[in-house]
């Protein structure tokens, strides 16, 4: 059964850049892509891009531009950097095992144990 | 952008039928997925590819999607199965989650 462990800073100042971790356990790391996704009382549930084992990414558009995916393979982990952060970052963050790259429409699952990030000056 | 609209909320009597709906334009030729979240946790997918449940997901959990509406029912409500649920579909590369719906069983 995959499971899968998160981690990283917590509190963030503004302009800073977000550093989160994941590490796939009992499972194959190829296959699938591999998500960040995002909670916040006010966007509620907002993914925030994938990586595959062969480091192809697709990211949200509206963070692209600040958004960075990277795969470690030999590790089976997954990060997540976001840079200049602002206060609407603030949010739970989410690593999850997405799409499968030979099925469609399989979905999210399993999902991380959510990291609290907040920024705050 | 691609948008999945939910009912904020949806009340049920224990034993009953709930129903939980999630529109979007012509998401029936898309797959859509339904997760559920309890205070404090993480999502837990319930429905993938319209209506398949992933194992250890109670029956009473089942999907459907046509047109432009994609539907969560759960049946024979238990306390239990108070939470809120959201929907999620892809739009090319992009993954669109709905608003969530807060189900309350009472």
């Known amino acids: 059964q995959v499971q899968l462990q998160q981690w990283g800073a917590g509190l963030l100042k503004p302009s800073e850049t977000l550093s989160l971790t994941c590490a796939v356990y009992g499972g194959s790391f190829s296959g699938y892509y591999w998500s960040w996704i995002r909670q916040s009382p006010k966007k509620g549930l907002e993914w925030i891009g994938e990586?595959?084992?062969?480091?192809?990414?697709h990211y949200n558009p509206s963070l692209k531009s600040r958004v960075t995916i990277s795969e470690d393979t030999s590790k089976k982990q997954f990060s997540l950097r976001l840079r200049s952060v602002t206060a609407a970052d603030t949010a739970v963050y989410y690593c999850?095992?997405?799409?499968?790259?030979?099925?469609?429409?399989?979905?999210?699952?399993?999902w991380g144990q959510g990291t609290l990030v907040t920024v705050s000056s | 952008s691609y948008e999945l609209t939910q009912p904020p909320s949806v009340s049920v009597s224990p034993g009953q039928t709930a129903t939980i709906t999630c529109s979007g334009d012509?998401?029936?030729?898309?797959?859509a997925s339904w997760y559920q979240q309890k205070p404090g946790q993480s999502p837990v997918m319930v429905i993938f590819q319209d209506t398949k449940r992933p194992s250890g997901i109670p029956e009473r959990f089942s999907g459907s999607n046509s047109g432009n509406t994609a539907a969560l029912t759960i049946s024979g409500t238990q306390a239990i199965d108070e939470a809120d649920y959201y929907c999620q579909a892809w739009d090319s590369d992009t993954a669109i989650f709905g608003g969530g719906t807060k189900l309350t069983v009472l």
């Open positions: 012509k998401l029936g030729e898309k797959y």
């Open positions: 999850a095992r997405g799409r499968a790259m030979s099925v469609a429409g399989v979905g999210f699952d399993p």
């Open positions: 990586i595959n084992h062969n480091g192809v990414t």
